[in-house]
C-alpha cells in the first residue's frame, strides 16, 4: 500500500485536496482510505455538503472507516479517545504500584487529552492503517492522510525517530543484560537501580515508534503540499521542502490552490488574478531548481467553498491520484533519503558527505559536530544525524550549499586512517 500525506500552509486547503486527491484514485478503480486529523464532519461535509443520512459527525466520531464513495473510505483521528484509552492502559499495567503508594486512580470521564495528543494519536492511526489485513488492518491501494500544516505535520513525522534517539540515550538497551545483577548493583552504589518494568516499558514504546517510522520512512510513502497562491507562500514552500527533506521525506507534488480565473472585468479581481499568477510562476520556478524537481499542479478557484461530490469531482480531475502517480521515494541509507558518501580522497584528500536539502537557504542553515553524530538545523526544524562509520574517523572541514544540497567536507584524522601506498 502506498501513503501519500498532505500537508502545507494553514487555510491553504489541505483537506479539499487530500479529498479530491483520494477521489481521484478511487474513480481509478484503487481502493482508497482517506484519513483525516481534523475536526469531526469536516471530511464528510466535503462528500455530501452536510446534508442527508450521512451529514455531519458520525456517531463513533468518525475513527471506523466508512465507505463515502465507491473504492472510497473515510477515517478520522480521535486523539480524545486514544489518550483515555492509553491512559487507562497504562493505570491498569501500574495498579500494583499505585495501590502500594495508596493512589487514586482517574477514570476514564476525568481524562481530558493534554497538548500533544492529536500527534500521537495520528502516529497510531498511520500504524494501523498499515497493519496486516489478519490483525485488523484492511487491503487498501492508496493511503491519503490530510496532516496538520506543514511545520506541525513536519515535527510530528519526526516524533518517531527522535523520542527513540531519547530513549536510546536515557535507557541504553545493553544495560538490560546486567538486570540479574540490579540488586547487588543497587547495594554497592548505594542508589536504586531501574525496575525491571522500566525497561519493558520502554521495550514497548520502542516497538511501537519503529513500526511507525517504519511506514514514514517506507519508500511508498511520500508527501504531497498545498500552497495557497499568496505573497508568502514561495517562502513558505521552501521551508517546508527543507523540513521534509531533511527527515528524509519525499515530495511527490506541489498543488498551488483556489486561482482565480486569468481574465476579469472587475479591475479588483484582475488585480488579485495577476498578484496569484505572479506568486504561481514563483512556486513553480522553485519547485523546478536542483536535482529534486517536483511537479506543479494548479486547482481553480470555484466561487465558494466545495461542497459535495460534484464539486470534488472537478477537483479530482485536475490531479493525479492512483498509487502508480504517487512519487515513491529515491532508494538510499539512513532514513531513506539518497545521502551518499563521495570519495574523494585520492584527488583531494577528502571524503563528501552529500545530504539533499531542497528549499534551504544559507542563512537558516547550522551545522554542529557531536560525537558520532552531525546536528543540521534548517530553519525552524533540527535533526541530529548519524554518521556514516567511515565519517566517524574524520574532521570536519567545511560546508558547502549549492542547488539545493549540502556537501560537508571531512578530513581524516591522522592515525586512525590506513596510510595509502
Not at 489518550?83 to 495498579?95: D, G, I, P, S, T
Not at 495520528?122 to 485488523?136: C, D, I, K, S, W
Not at 491519503?144 to 538497551?173: C, K, S, Y
Amino acid at each position: 500500500m502506498r501513503t501519500l500525506l498532505v500537508t502545507g500552509g494553514g487555510g491553504s486547503g489541505r483537506t479539499t485536496v487530500a479529498a479530491a486527491t483520494a477521489l481521484a484514485a478511487a474513480r481509478r478503480g484503487h481502493r482508497t482510505l482517506l484519513l483525516g486529523a481534523g475536526p469531526p464532519g469536516a471530511l464528510e461535509a466535503l462528500f455530501d455538503g452536510g446534508r442527508g443520512p450521512g451529514g455531519g459527525a458520525p456517531e463513533d466520531g468518525g475513527a471506523r472507516p466508512r465507505e463515502a464513495a465507491p473504492g472510497l473510505w473515510l477515517a478520522r483521528t480521535d486523539s480524545g479517545a486514544a489518550f483515555r484509552a492509553r491512559a487507562v492502559a497504562l493505570q491498569e499495567r501500574a495498579r500494583s504500584a499505585l495501590d502500594l503508594l495508596g493512589a487514586d486512580p482517574l477514570d476514564d470521564d476525568e481524562l481530558a487529552e493534554p497538548p500533544g495528543a492529536d500527534a500521537l494519536a495520528l502516529l497510531g492511526a498511520l500504524r494501523a492503517a498499515h497493519a496486516p489485513a489478519g490483525t485488523g488492518g484492511a487491503a487498501y491501494d492508496l493511503l491519503v492522510v490530510d496532516m496538520p500544516p506543514a511545520e506541525q505535520a513536519v515535527r510530528t513525522l519526526a516524533l518517531p525517530e527522535l523520542v527513540r534517539r531519547w530513549l536510546r540515550r536515557l535507557l541504553p538497551p545493553e544495560r538490560q543484560a546486567a538486570r540479574a545483577l540490579r540488586p547487588v548493583l543497587a547495594q554497592l552504589a548505594g542508589v536504586p537501580m531501574p525496575a525491571r518494568s522500566l525497561y519493558e516499558g520502554a521495550g514497548r514504546l520502542d516497538r511501537e515508534l519503529a513500526a511507525v517510522q517504519a511506514v514514514i520512512e517506507s519508500p511508498g510513502t511520500s508527501v504531497r503540499l498545498v500552497a495557497d497562491p499568496g505573497r508568502a507562500a514561495a517562502r513558505a514552500l521552501r521551508e517546508a521542502r527543507a523540513g521534509l527533506a531533511l527527515h528524509g521525506l519525499a515530495v511527490d507534488a506541489v498543488v498551488v490552490n483556489r486561482l482565480l480565473p486569468a481574465s476579469s472585468a472587475d479591475p479588483w479581481l484582475a488585480d488579485l488574478a495577476a498578484r496569484q499568477r505572479e506568486a504561481a510562476e514563483a512556486i513553480a520556478a522553485e519547485c523546478r531548481e536542483g536535482a529534486a524537481a517536483v511537479p506543479v499542479h494548479g486547482l481553480p478557484h470555484l466561487g465558494r467553498e466545495p461542497e459535495g461530490p460534484g464539486d470534488l469531482e472537478k477537483l479530482a480531475g485536475l490531479l493525479p491520484g492512483g498509487p502508480e502517480e504517487v512519487g515513491a521515494r529515491a532508494g538510499g541509507t539512513g532514513a531513506g533519503a539518497p545521502w551518499t558518501v563521495e570519495d574523494r580522497l585520492a584527488a583531494d584528500g577528502v571524503l563528501l558527505w552529500r545530504l539533499p536539502l531542497p528549499g534551504a537557504s544559507r542563512d537558516s542553515l547550522a551545522l554542529v559536530r557531536r560525537g558520532e553524530e552531525v546536528v543540521v538545523t534548517a530553519g525552524p526544524f533540527r535533526r541530529a544525524l548519524p554518521l556514516p562509520p567511515a565519517l566517524r574517523r574524520c574532521t570536519v572541514t567545511g560546508a558547502r550549499l549549492a542547488d539545493g544540497e549540502l556537501s560537508v567536507r571531512f578530513e581524516p584524522e591522522p592515525g586512525l586512517w590506513p596510510v595509502r601506498g
